[in-house]
């Protein structure tokens, strides 16, 4: 398929930054670069995102959820961004 808008995947959320670095971490480690942290307010509260991208494909999208899912991250989906 062509290239879309850039995707992002949520690798996951907590409510610490320390939990949210050590997952950034285990992904860089693990040859995933282009990870990040992005801090969020939700209802009140900050929320720290781990996010993987911008991908720019479709396939691109389902290798690195295919991935992270292959390091234990079950929970790892398509992020708004």
Do not use: C, H, K, Y
């Given at each position: 398929p062509?290239?879309?808008s850039d995707l992002y995947v949520q690798a996951g959320a907590f409510?610490?930054?320390?939990?949210?670095?050590?997952?950034l971490g285990q992904l860089r480690s693990?040859?995933?670069k282009n990870a990040f942290?992005?801090?969020?307010?939700v209802d009140g509260k900050t929320l720290y995102?781990?996010?993987?991208?911008?991908i720019p494909s479709v396939?691109?999208?389902d290798r690195v959820l295919k991935r992270l899912r292959a390091l234990g991250l079950a929970d790892a989906r398509l992020a708004a961004n």
């Open positions: 062509a290239a879309t409510a610490t930054e320390g939990n949210a670095s050590r997952l693990n040859g995933i942290v992005r801090e969020d307010q995102r781990v996010r993987v991208g911008p396939n691109e999208f």
